[in-house]
């Protein structure tokens, strides 16, 4: 089973044969599929970056110096993800895929002072080096850090009837080989009126480029597991679905049935 991580041994060999994609943007975290990188760095200064509470700052200027640091949620994401779960009420929450911990901040921000995140990764490495801004912003006693792959643990949760439709809301920023097995899973895990997100869906803007296009080694390995995602969110009646272009793309899926 493929483990739980924001594709780290992926994007630590970012050069391809055939050419390479590079970051317009020195933003870290730099995601935006805005043409305008002037629009982007508007929206960062005007409407991101003076609301960002000061230890998120904190969080992503340390997850700057990291050698992977393209991983980490970008700032406007983040932004969106403290919103939407003060909009549905979350309490009870799930997060697969952690790094240093960025989008757990935002969430953990976000819930009441008695919500929870299982928070699921196989780097507890990456997690510490984020956990000091987490402490200091009062919300580690939140969070529920697990070592290890996501599946194995998806699957002890399944094995207790009270975890069934016990979640509110899951943040899916893992191995995209396995977006469809935790799909198939947190279906079962997350309440009927609860979300979904899965990171990363439009994927560096590849899901639209010709298969012989230059892509760097991580974003063409993944692609066809992205295509093949999108397409069976877009088939799949027992969600809701909606993909916004935010970050690297993120669809949102409200489970119905």
């Given at each position: 089973?493929?483990?739980?991580?924001?594709?780290?041994?992926?994007?630590?060999?970012?050069?391809?044969?055939?050419?390479e994609?590079?970051?317009?943007?020195?933003?870290?975290?730099?995601?935006?599929?805005?043409?305008?990188?002037d629009?982007?760095?508007?929206?960062?200064?005007?409407?991101?970056?003076?609301?960002?509470?000061?230890?998120?700052k904190?969080?992503?200027?340390?997850?700057?110096?990291?050698?992977?640091?393209?991983m980490?949620?970008?700032?406007?994401?983040?932004?969106?993800l403290?919103?939407?779960?003060?909009?549905?009420?979350?309490?009870?929450?799930?997060?697969?895929?952690?790094?240093?911990?960025?989008?757990?901040?935002?969430?953990?921000?976000?819930i009441?002072?008695?919500?929870?995140?299982l928070?699921?990764?196989?780097?507890?490495?990456?997690?510490?080096?984020?956990?000091?801004?987490?402490?200091?912003?009062?919300?580690?006693?939140?969070?529920?850090?697990?070592?290890?792959?996501?599946?194995?643990?998806?699957?002890?949760?399944?094995?207790?009837?009270?975890?069934?439709?016990?979640?509110?809301?899951?943040?899916?920023?893992?191995?995209?080989?396995?977006?469809?097995?935790?799909?198939?899973?947190?279906?079962?895990?997350?309440?009927v009126?609860?979300?979904?997100?899965?990171?990363?869906?439009?994927?560096?803007g590849?899901?639209?480029?010709?298969?012989?296009?230059?892509m760097?080694?991580?974003?063409?390995?993944?692609?066809?597991?992205?295509?093949?995602?999108?397409?069976?969110?877009?088939?799949?009646?027992?969600?809701?679905?909606?993909?916004?272009?935010?970050?690297?793309?993120?669809?949102?899926?409200?489970?119905v049935?």
């Amino acid at each position: 089973m493929a483990a739980a991580t924001s594709d780290a041994a992926a994007a630590a060999t970012n050069e391809s044969s055939g050419g390479e994609q590079k970051t317009r943007h020195s933003e870290v975290g730099h995601k935006s599929l805005l043409k305008s990188d002037d629009l982007y760095q508007y929206i960062l200064e005007t409407s991101v970056y003076p609301r960002e509470h000061e230890c998120m700052k904190e969080l992503r200027e340390v997850t700057a110096k990291h050698p992977w640091n393209l991983m980490t949620t970008s700032a406007d994401e983040g932004q969106f993800l403290n919103l939407l779960l003060k909009l549905i009420g979350a309490k009870k929450t799930m997060e697969i895929g952690v790094y240093t911990g960025y989008s757990l901040l935002a969430t953990a921000l976000a819930i009441p002072d008695d919500g929870t995140i299982l928070a699921m990764d196989i780097n507890r490495e990456n997690y510490e080096l984020g956990l000091p801004s987490i402490e200091k912003a009062g919300v580690a006693h939140k969070i529920d850090f697990r070592e290890g792959p996501a599946l194995p643990l998806l699957d002890q949760l399944l094995e207790e009837d009270a975890n069934h439709g016990a979640f509110d809301f899951v943040f899916v920023d893992a191995d995209k080989d396995n977006y469809l097995n935790y799909h198939e899973r947190l279906l079962r895990l997350v309440k009927v009126g609860g979300l979904v997100g899965y990171d990363n869906t439009l994927w560096n803007g590849s899901v639209v480029l010709p298969a012989d296009a230059p892509m760097r080694k991580y974003i063409r390995y993944y692609r066809d597991f992205v295509l093949e995602l999108n397409k069976a969110l877009a088939a799949d009646h027992r969600v809701e679905i909606c993909q916004l272009p935010v970050g690297d793309g993120i669809t949102l899926c409200r489970r119905v049935k």
